[in-house]
């Protein structure tokens, strides 16, 4: 079995929208917490930062650990379908902005970056991670 740690951030504005990153690498398009696998070695809150500063443009301080999601993914289901099945751990933090300006990534697994109300986070078309960072952040 593979292991796949990442870790993730709930930012949101002071209008109360939530941000969120344009995943591509999957089978289809969809929008996805902000965040990603950890280096060889790396801190998850290091992780976290480098992550969103990568993908959206934005320098953030995790603030609370809100939990940790963990998954095992068949084979058969995985990304890159694979013969043995993938476990994921993803660690969710909340996080504040504390610089930076919103831009989108290049080159990456994510190909933009935007701020979303509920009722809009509602109608796209999303991983389950972001309603389940939701509700962790006692959002949803």
């Known amino acids: 079995m593979d292991l796949r740690v990442a870790a993730y951030a709930v930012v949101t504005d002071d209008e ?3 941000l969120l990153a344009r995943w591509t690498e999957g089978r289809r398009v969809a929008w996805t917490m902000p965040g990603g696998g950890l280096e060889d070695g790396e801190d998850p809150e290091v992780a976290v930062r480098r992550e969103l500063r990568e993908e959206t443009g934005f320098h953030v301080q995790p ?3 809100l ?3 963990s998954r095992v993914i068949p084979g058969s289901q995985r ?3 694979a013969s043995s099945p993938l476990h994921t751990l993803r660690i969710v933090y909340r996080a504040d902005i504390t ?3 919103l831009r989108f990534e290049t080159n990456g697994s994510t190909d933009m970056a935007g701020w979303f109300t509920l ?3 509602a109608e796209l078309r999303r991983v389950k991670l972001v309603d389940i960072a939701l509700r962790m952040a006692g959002i949803l």
Do not use: D, F
């Open 67 to 69: 939990g940790i999601h």
């Open 119 to 121: 009722p809009e986070v």
């Open 16 to 18: 109360g929208r939530v």
């Open 99 to 101: 610089g930076g300006r």
């Open 79 to 81: 990304v890159h379908k």
């Open 63 to 65: 603030t609370e650990l």
